[in-house]
């Protein structure tokens, strides 16, 4: 079997289509949530091997596991590792498996598992990442804005009644 060499979870992923490198945005560690049940809106999951002398090809597979031990969401793929000449590129492959809005049903520590299976085997845990998710209001972005009173109109406007754009009152008596 290769040798992962990373696992992580982002929010995003974006591939470079000049250099093939990849970029992670928003690592994930936690999720802070207003309420549950909650679904969020991805889960990107990036595992980099590296490559050995000889081809290879086995199944990956990311599971999303509930505090309960259930699924919340799951990526299969088959994954063909070409061979390694030394001194040359590529030396590395990537994956990426894309979990789209998995639901977080109760709070507590999520487990992002990334097995592997070759043929005639099990699936085989290779790596794991913990994901606390939190019921909790976030510090910054759901903070309570000060409220800031309504301006007054000035008293030569009259206030709109029907609909109509509001402007100077004018008195049309002869």
């Known amino acids: 079997m290769p040798r992962l060499m990373s696992f992580v979870a982002a929010e995003g992923v974006a591939i470079d289509q000049l250099t093939s490198r990849v970029t992670a945005f928003n690592m994930i560690d936690h999720f802070m949530l207003p309420s549950l049940p909650a679904r969020v809106v991805r889960v990107a999951a990036l595992s980099q091997y590296e490559l050995i002398e000889a081809a290879e090809s ?30 040359q590129l590529p030396n590395g492959h990537r994956s990426v498996h894309v979990l789209w809005a998995p639901v977080l049903k109760v709070a507590g520590d999520y487990r992002l598992l990334l ?10 845990a290779i790596a794991s990442l913990r994901i606390t998710a939190l019921v909790q209001q976030h510090p910054i972005l759901n903070a309570q804005s000060p409220s800031v009173p309504r301006p007054t109109a000035p008293a030569s406007v009259a206030p709109a009644s029907d609909g109509a754009t509001s402007g100077p009152k004018v008195d049309k008596t002869p």
């Not at 086995?58 to 001194?87: M, Q």
């Not at 097995?115 to 085989?124: F, H, P, R, Y």
Request: proline residues 8%; hydrophobic residues 35%.
């Open 115 to 124: 097995e592997q299976k070759t043929v005639g085997s099990d699936w085989t």
């Open 58 to 87: 086995f199944g990956e597979r990311v599971r999303l596991i509930t505090p309960d031990g259930e699924v919340a969401a799951i990526s299969e793929s088959t994954v063909e590792l070409p061979s390694r000449a030394p001194a």
